[in-house]
């Protein structure tokens, strides 16, 4: 195809003239010179006119064991050369069923129901429709169960219903009218702590607040939905240890479903399979995207508890069927790729040689403290935030119209590496196969273009 393909001078031209960009203001993109990418192998992909960049966020979180992997690359292949596509609906297909049984394997105990779709967003949709309906046909005294609670700054995409637990204000609020009434606990933002003003000496009061809420309206919530340790969207987020636990032992005790929205932290890139391992919790109902194909093929699952699969079954006349599909629920091309990526965790001890990476990447970000307007610096395996401030003393944001984030990440890619920030945070996810040569790259460019822009820019 690369020998056919229009200049590059044309597709950078065909682009503003036809493509609308996701979370994009396009008046800025329609004057900016753009990054179009033509190819990818390992950490490293190539735009257009030949230039190499560290793919510094895993192509938006989601790259495990790098592009062009061999074994993802024959997997799909070789699914192609059976069929690529057809439907869940009333059929079933070979790789999905595989997969299936891989995703119980792996996931936390008890999850033993694997519901598809096709992206983050939809996976937590299914999620809340289920914990939903759940109740409704548990018996007439939950009917009144129909709620949610969800944590302030949440993101769980951009579905109606995800917005809906969503919090994060510079995305959802002008879609509020459109939105249904959930409760909102506070969200564990030790840096800035509402609460208790500092994280030293954390009293834990955003889970007793948490405990609060749940004691006084449990019995109108059907789930309560959580980005397990790491609020990602927010800015990477940090949940004190323990806090995950006390939420899963409150959700029991007040009869809430938990609902763990692994998109973000599932397939390692907390250092573990899922973050629910680190505390050893057990959620009703897990959602899973973006890593579960290695970053090939837009793929989402759903588990749920035998329990609440139960609940959906009876005759067809009693309408407890779960009512709800899309066109390409299951795809088996997308289900081989996961398969692969899944089977790729074990043969390379991917979990086992990130563990090193990881311990790295803590001792680098040591010297970022340094810097004159790091305010804060947020790691958890491979997610990294760092919140960049106007005055270190006082936490004061930059303003908006400043453009921190987005400056930093233009002299970042100047110098090779791609990342993508949120706000004023600066956004580190390398793929989990990311080479030390890299990741050591990697950092240098980060904290080069971080004191270039904040010090001297
Ligand atoms: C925790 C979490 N949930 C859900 C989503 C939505 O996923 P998608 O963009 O695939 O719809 C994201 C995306 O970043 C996420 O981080």
Known sequence: MSSKRPTAGRLEKLDKKYIWHPFTQMREWEKGPQVIIESGTGSILTDIRGKKYIDGVSSLWV??????????DAAVSSQLRKIAHSTLLGLSNVPAILLAEKLVEIAPIGLSKVFYSDSGSTAVEIALKIAFQYWQQKGKKHK???????????????????VSVGGIDLFHSTYKPLLFRTRKIESPYCYRCSIEGTSSGCGMVCAEQAEGVMRAHNHEIAALVIEPLVQGAAGMLLQPPGYLRKIRELCTKYNILMIADEVATGFGRTGTMFACEHEKVLPDIMAIAKGITGGYLPLAATLTTEDIYQRFLGEYRELKTFFHGHTYTGNPLACAAAIANIDLFKKERTLQNLQPKIAFLKKELKRFAGLEHVGDIRQKGFMVGIELVRNKKTKEPY?????????????ARKHGLIIRPLGSIVVLMPPLSISMRDLKMLIEIAYGAIKTVTETG
């Open 63 to 72: 790259t495990v064991h790098g592009h062009r992997k061999k074994e993802i």
């Open 144 to 162: 009144t169960k129909t709620g949610f609670i969800s944590l302030k700054e949440a993101y769980h995409g951009d579905t109606i219903g995800s």
């Open 399 to 411: 303003p908006l119209k400043e453009r921190i984030g987005i400056r930093v990440i233009e002299e």
